[in-house]
């Protein structure tokens, strides 16, 4: 992985994604000469100063909106044809496969490279006959598909007969470990809670159920909850909290930066994720939190089953279910010693599958062999 790369790769993708900018940083500091193609503006000068980092902005979504229609493709693909043709690229390589995917797909470039992250094959194609033929195209045309788990794999493979190569949204272990965190409650509080945007795919509402009933359930022992991120739900789970009574013990963070997401893992005890949604495909958070060696309670839906090891780095429980997500979570609480085994076991797995490096080093290897085959 020492070895430096001198090849040009195109990346379609929304530039205030943090997964895109960790893909841009990581490459372009091996060398990779990177452009970067978004419908969006970027929000932070994440890549300020990085000679090995391009900006190829379209310039039909100056207003930065969120929403660009598939209509409006058929005006932004020749900019992208000319900034293709200006920047030269080895590689196209497209992340998401309902958008970015479309334009790498429409652009005719070839090697094109197709990331599919998680709605974009779990909702996408279900919403309607001219979305699946949309998503089918877009594998059609590409000469290698990613995926980030190997459960979404098994997804894709229903429209596809191509390899799927699997490359995890891995994390740095240096960033990401166990470390003393100060935090609003009392040092000896066991806080449970969760690092999630506040959306109704993740469940949150069940958390909350779940902590009220631990109230019962674990008297005497003292929890606190701990909810990190905003959302559009940010109201509706306040006002959950307020109405059941729960606010002294209750703490909403609100959005935090990406920097200070260590620390926040950090005032957890146990981390919890009860997600409702199968295009929850890989569950960054969740890895994040066991590197941190915190022990970790999800959702049997989607990537989370395949991320975490039942009883050994954690629990796995219904979705919807807020009585098991609370009797799982009570485990935890009354026995410390089984919350250090478990997160202790939840980092070694995590170096064993999901370091940074070696996620990086899968994809680099990917370009490696695709460009040697031009």
Same mark, same amino acid.
């Given at each position: 992985m ?11 993708a ?5 997964h895109?900018?960790k893909w ?9 000469e ?14 300020t ?9 379209s310039p039909?979504?100056e207003?930065?909106?969120?929403q ?6 058929a *005006?932004? =693909?020749p900019?992208?044809?000319? #900034?293709?043709?200006?920047? &030269?690229?080895? +590689? @196209? ?37 001219l ?37 995890p949204?891995?994390i ?8 003393y965190a ?9 806080v449970?809670?969760?690092?999630k945007s ?5 469940g ?6 779940? *902590?009220? =009933?631990?109230?019962?359930?674990? #008297?005497?022992?003292?929890? &606190?909850?701990? +909810? @990190? ?12 909290v ?6 002294s013990?209750?703490?909403f963070?609100?959005?935090i ?7 926040y ?5 146990i ?10 495909s ?14 970790v309670?999800v ?9 975490v ?12 279910n ?16 089984l ?11 995590v170096?064993?599958l999901?370091?940074?490096e070696?996620?990086?080093?899968t994809i @680099? ?7 040697t085959?031009?």
């Open positions: 020492n070895k430096k790369r001198n090849y040009r790769i195109l990346l379609l929304d530039i205030n994604s943090a895109t900018q841009a940083l990581s490459l372009a500091a091996i060398g990779i990177i452009g970067l193609f978004s419908l969006h503006k970027c929000t932070t000068e994440w890549m100063d990085n000679p090995n980092i391009h900006i190829l902005y039909l979504n207003s930065g909106s969120s660009v229609s598939k209509a409006q493709y *005006f932004i =693909l900019d992208l044809k000319e #900034k293709i043709k200006d920047f &030269k690229p080895d +590689i @196209v390589h497209a992340h998401y496969a309902s958008s970015y995917g479309l334009l790498g797909a429409l652009s005719g470039f070839h090697p094109f490279i197709l990331s599919v992250w998680g709605s974009d094959v779990y909702d996408f194609p279900r919403s309607g006959f979305q699946k033929h949309i998503f089918r195209y877009n594998l059609r045309k590409a000469d290698r598909i990613c995926s980030t788990s190997n459960t979404m794999k098994g997804e894709i493979q229903k429209y596809t007969s191509k390899e799927i190569i699997v490359t949204f891995g740095d272990l240096n960033v990401f470990k166990p470390f100060h935090h609003v409650f009392p040092d000896n509080s066991i449970i809670g969760t690092v506040l959306e109704q795919k993740y949150i509402e069940y958390l909350i159920d779940a *902590f009220v =009933l631990l109230q019962k359930m674990a #008297k005497g022992y003292p929890i &606190k909850l701990l +909810i @990190v991120g905003k959302g559009s739900l940010d109201l509706e789970l306040k006002t959950k307020k109405d059941l009574r729960i606010e013990e209750t703490v963070t609100g959005y930066p990406p920097a200070e997401i260590p620390f893992h950090n005032m957890l005890t981390s919890v994720f009860p997600s409702l949604s199968e295009s929850e890989f569950g960054v958070s969740v890895v994040e939190a066991m590197a941190c060696e915190k022990p309670v959702s049997n839906i989607g990537g989370l089953p395949e991320v090891d039942d009883g050994v780095t954690g629990f796995i429980v219904p979705p919807g807020a009585k098991k997500l609370a009797e799982a979570i009570e485990k935890l609480v009354k026995d410390g010693q919350r250090i085994s478990l997160g202790k076991s939840g980092r070694e797995r170096q064993k999901y370091d940074w070696k996620n990086l080093f @680099v290897n990917l370009y490696d062999e695709v460009i085959k031009k």
